[in-house]
């Protein structure tokens, strides 16, 4: 197969792009070579190409920096999306691979599933909601074949985005407390990276036997989902020190977990990293 990676040079784009590469031919593009909001140029880019799937990985990121620039995050994670599928569709590019977020579901008690109603707090997950929609269209309206993926919070070496494990380990390292809202009785979930990585090249095969006009959706995460005060001990049973001490609540804390069940059974996706995997990485231990 033939793939075009847009926002290549990003977090993810790290992981995936080498794990396409040892089994397919992958172009790349980034924001110094195609910005996804310039539809010209991203129609030249793909045409310039012909890949039998693009995989759509341009948008900008975090939930606070999305408050404080709305209309920037709309036209790079909305409407750049729409600029892509549209490039697509005149390209005659037959497949897309759009990477989602789990915030569009916003909040719950109970796992979410690709079910679950859009229920997005912030801009960053509104125009991530406008995406998946727009993807959807394209696909019954034009044929397209499509996969939207939406990770939990991604967090491993080389990471960005500010995540609790990531912060509870930085926070030990540092000889500080680790700090929990609340009683700590809220949930999240997390994934590497690499796990991403292999989801993406799974996607792929799957996306190669899809009919046209096909359309699905698939949470992925590594399938563990401890509440904040759980993973707290297991980031200091892990590293062998820290501390935990408990602070007034917040609006942080809320839940928020997914079920990667249909991952599982529409890919054969199999996570391989657990929790403990990825504090033992970030705490400088290495690999198990």
Known sequence: ????????????GSYIVPALSARHRVDTSDLTT????????????????????????????????SVAEPRRF????????VNVLEACRR??????????????????????????PFAPRHPYAAAK??????????????GLSALVMRPTLVVGEGYREPHAIGDFVETVKRGEAIR??????????FVHPADVASAVVRAVE?????PAGACESVNIA????????????????????????FVEKTSQAFSLFTSIEKAQALLGFRPAISNADIIRRLGGRGAP
């Open 91 to 116: 390209a005659g590019v037959p497949r897309v691979l759009f990477t989602s977020s789990m915030t569009v579901f916003g909040s719950g008690d109970t796992a979410r599933t690709e079910m679950s």
């Open 34 to 65: 195609v910005d996804v909001t310039d539809a010209p140029a991203t129609l030249q880019a793909l045409q310039a190409s012909r890949p039998d799937i693009v995989i759509n990985l341009a948008a900008l990121c975090g939930a606070l920096p």
């Open 206 to 210: 799957w996306l190669a036997a899809a």
């Open 1 to 12: 197969m033939r793939i075009h990676v847009l926002g290549a040079r990003g977090f993810l």
């Open 74 to 81: 709309f036209e790079v994670n909305a409407q750049g999306a």
């Open 222 to 245: 590594n399938g563990e989902a401890p509440e904040m005060r759980e993973l707290a001990g297991l980031v200091t049973a892990t590293l062998g020190r820290g501390a935990v001490e």
């Open 129 to 142: 909601v406008g995406a998946e929609f727009a993807t959807a269209q394209y696909a019954r309206s034009y």
């Open 180 to 189: 929990i809202f609340g009683a700590g009785t809220h949930r999240r979930d």
